[in-house]
């Protein structure tokens, strides 16, 4: 992030001095980010897998002193929650969880940006314009 060191720190943390990313810096990110996002569409899948379990679960023990699979789906949920607190605590913006969309606001010709990043992809390829979103996003070439 502009302003502050592009280092990691020992605690896998980006410096939190300024809200705007570089291109290098979003890229070092992603060195973090994407085990982390990789789990996050894990645990996803394993949620969508398991909903109608799930919600079975929840009205049965609703009331009745809880049940384990419930239990373990509490604990996948709280890792869930790190994990997507771990993103977050980087800078990047999680736009859509389901497709493991991620903005990193930027700055370009004076004006605030985002580069765009979605799981599944290398490094940081596209940006695009706070307004326009997923459907503007444009080659990073133009950044």
């Known amino acids: 992030m502009d302003g502050g060191s592009s280092q990691i720190r020992r605690n896998g943390i980006l410096p939190a001095m300024s809200k705007y990313f570089t291109l290098q810096q979003a890229n070092e990110a992603l060195i973090l980010i994407r ?15 398991h909903q109608p379990e799930i919600w079975s679960v929840m009205e049965k023990s609703a009331g009745n002193g809880g049940n384990p699979t419930l239990s373990r789906m509490v604990k996948t949920f709280d890792r869930l929650d790190e994990l997507i607190h771990s993103v977050q ?9 389901n497709t493991g969309l991620l903005d990193f606001p ?30 503007g996003r444009r080659s990073i070439d133009e950044f």
């Open 89 to 97: 605590d980087t800078g990047a913006v999680i736009k859509d969880i």
């Open 106 to 135: 930027a700055m370009k010709e004076g004006r605030e940006v985002y580069l765009c990043w979605q799981h599944g992809e290398g490094e940081i390829g596209l940006w695009h314009e706070i307004d326009t979103g997923f459907a």
């Open 35 to 49: 085990p982390w996002m990789d789990e996050i569409q894990t645990i996803r899948q394993q949620i969508l897998v």
